[in-house]
T-cell receptor, first 114, second 109 residues
Framework: NAGVTQTPKFQVLKTGQSMTLQCAQD?????MYWYRQDPGMGLRLIYY???????DKGEVPNGYNVSRLNKREFSLRLESAAPSQTSVYFC?????????????FGPGTRLTVL | GEDVEQSLFLSVREGDSSVINCTYT??????LYWYKQEPGAGLQLLTY?????DMKQDQRLTVLLNKKDKHLSLRIADTQTGDSAIYFC?????????FGAGTRLAVHP
């Protein structure tokens, strides 16, 4: 099992460009999450999907959109990138949407917006 | 809103014990987690504790929970250089999972 995979690993964008971060999990998990990690701020939840076909906003959703394409895949889209979106983005999955299950994290995407 | 707080840095000598502290505000937190992040990698679950427990021990790791004060600690016995990493505390209820900012543990000879 590959666990949680993310592509790309690194990306540099210019302000205003768009891009989609891809995430896939092969553990048959119901819930998937997108976080951003900034120095001194821990992980902040952008969006999550408790099950296939549903998505909900997290703490910092502005400037992002998500798609739960199927049970395996959960993508994060930046329509018009801004320097404030320079961060490390982590995708995670868990068996269900309660806090009683371990989250499994991908290796992260390091995004720089110039 | 709900919050989870941790000190940002801890430096210990190899072989000593490390204690990483965390406070949280959400009294409905059912499970509390400790994750470890090594450089350039994602987070991995280290251990967790149910809110109805006071203590959990797992080899070199001891988790203490003071539910009244909403205080969680992680003790690493006989700290090794391989324990150098960032440790995140996570608390929350249903679909409301909040991470602390992370404590960077540096282990020196």
């Amino acid at each position: 099992n590959a666990g949680v995979t993310q592509t790309p690993k690194f990306q540099v964008l210019k302000t205003g460009q768009s891009m989609t971060l891809q995430c896939a999990q092969d553990m048959n998990h119901n819930s998937m999450y997108w976080y951003r990690q900034d120095p001194g701020m821990g992980l902040r939840l952008i969006y999550y999907s408790a099950s296939e076909g549903t998505t909900d906003k997290g703490e910092v959703p502005n400037g992002y959109n998500v798609s739960r394409l199927n049970k395996r895949e959960f993508s994060l889209r930046l329509e018009s990138a801004a320097p404030s979106q320079t961060s490390v983005y982590f995708c995670a999955s868990s068996e269900d949407g309660t806090s009683s299950y371990e989250q499994f994290f991908g290796p992260g995407t390091r995004l720089t917006v110039l | 809103g709900e919050d989870v707080e941790q000190s940002l840095f801890l430096s210990v000598r190899e072989g000593d014990s490390s204690v990483i502290n965390c406070t949280y505000t959400d009294s409905s937190s059912t499970y509390l987690y400790w994750y470890k992040q090594e450089p350039g990698a994602g987070l991995q679950l280290l251990t967790y504790i149910f809110s109805n427990m006071d203590m959990k021990q797992d080899q070199r790791l001891t988790v203490l929970l003071n539910k009244k004060d909403k205080h969680l600690s992680l003790r690493i016995a006989d700290t090794q250089t391989g324990d150098s990493a960032i440790y995140f505390c996570e608390a929350g209820g249903y679909n409301k999972l909040i991470f602390g900012a992370g404590t960077r543990l540096a282990v020196h000879p």
